[in-house]
């Protein structure tokens, strides 16, 4: 039994020394130390080195860090096993190959402009160019020109989002004529230069407002003042114009630099509205409800009048209304902005049927009730 107790505990004692030599870590070979160096003090040297790593750890026990797998590997495994990572030259060229008829850096250019034609001119490093009749960036109240020269070509247009068709005369000259917001690429034709000129411009009209909210400054342009109903507007930023009010705009804008030549009188004129347009009526309005015929005028004369009746399409030239029932009428300008009114008519002197059902169901209950109490008062001898 001593016997048996005693290989036990050596067993024990021995499972002991191991884990405890196990738990220990091992930072340094003997050595490593400086020499000199008592045990006390290789052990606090340990201890400092424990606490910063552990300070300095970013991941608990038993994670998996990112790059830890390059940990204790030789440069050329590590370069191996990255090379198998990534796409294979084949896919690559596959890549390259399908986009790059479709991908073009930006191309820097140079913005001029031509006194004798008017034109302004915006000229790569390779001597192609892109004319306009208007800076780049602007709005005008005018048909607009677009004229490649110097191997450029017009690669696309927008309008409003929409590709545009445009007219070209024997040059190589485009026109656009109509109110709207365009974009469009130019390039140049040799395949070398591999670069696009991207830029906009508006055609608005006096006629029909606009409802943005900011103006930004022509390419190579400046705010320079603001006029809005001939009153003039603080300008706090040259870069851009916040559109607050409504109302008619001229905005004058000044070149951000001399060198350029550009013309200094380049100004823009338009009108913002982004009110809708709304109905007087000839009549009070109770709950929702009108009783007879109703007349009404519009706040604008040019403003549109839809109007549905039971849900149904309706028109009104004499813009009076006399039959009885639902209304859902919907006036809207030219710029977009829009009003809405829903409303029922009852005819003149009508009882509406509502009321006559409760009058009939209170007089069934009260008909009931003396019915009732007669029988309570009847007595049989």
């Known amino acids: 039994m001593a016997g048996s107790v005693g290989k036990t505990g050596l067993c024990l004692a021995a499972v002991l020394l191991v884990t405890a030599w196990l738990s220990v870590p091992v930072y340094a070979e003997e050595d490593e130390f400086p020499e000199g160096m008592t045990e006390q003090e290789k052990q606090q040297l340990l201890d400092e080195m424990q606490e910063d790593i552990d300070r300095d750890a970013p991941y608990t026990i038993g994670s ?3 790059g830890s797998i390059y940990d204790g590997i030789e440069d050329e495994d590590a370069r191996n096993l990255i ?6 030259d084949e896919i690559l ?3 390259v190959e399908d986009s790059d008829h479709r991908v073009m850096p930006l191309a820097g250019f140079q913005t001029g402009f031509d006194r004798g034609s008017g034109l302004y001119r915006y000229i790569l490093s390779t001597g192609s160019a892109l004319c306009l009749s208007t800076p780049m ?9 677009l004229m490649p020269e110097g191997g450029m070509s017009i690669f696309a247009v927008t309008r409003d989002g929409e590709d545009v068709t445009a007219s070209c005369d024997e040059e190589g000259h485009y026109f656009f004529r109509e109110t709207g917001q365009y974009a469009f690429i130019a390039h140049g034709d040799q395949a070398e230069q591999r670069s696009y000129i991207s830029g906009t411009f508006r055609i608005v009209s006096t006629q029909i407002p606009v409802t943005e909210s900011f103006l930004w400054a022509p390419e190579s342009y400046e705010v320079a003042s603001v006029l809005v109903d001939h009153r003039p507007v603080e300008v706090k930023d040259g870069k851009y114009l916040e559109l607050i009010q409504d109302g008619l705009y001229e905005v004058s804008f000044r070149p951000k630099s001399r060198i350029t030549g550009l ?3 380049f100004s823009e004129t338009f009108v913002r509205d982004t009110t809708p347009p709304s109905i007087k009526w000839d009549g009070e309005i109770h709950n929702g409800m009108f009783t007879g015929e109703v007349a009404f005028d519009v706040s604008e004369k040019d403003a549109q009048v839809e109007i549905l009746y039971n849900g149904q399409p309706a028109v009104s030239p004499t813009h009076v209304l006399a039959a009885a029932g639902h209304y859902y009428i919907t006036v809207s300008d030219a710029t977009g902005n829009m009003r809405f009114y829903s409303f029922v008519i009852e005819r003149r002197g009508e009882i509406p049927w509502k009321l006559v059902g409760i009058c009939a169901a209170v007089l069934l209950l009260a008909a009931a ?5 007669a ?3 009847i007595r049989v001898r």
């Open 64 to 66: 998996n860090p990112a």
């Open 83 to 88: 090379r198998e990572m990534l796409p294979s």
């Open 93 to 95: 060229d596959r890549f």
């Open 137 to 145: 960036g602007s709005w005008a109240d005018h048909a607009v020109a």
């Open 263 to 265: 013309p200094e009188d």
């Open 369 to 373: 009730a003396l019915v009732f109490t």
């Open 375 to 377: 029988g309570q008062r």
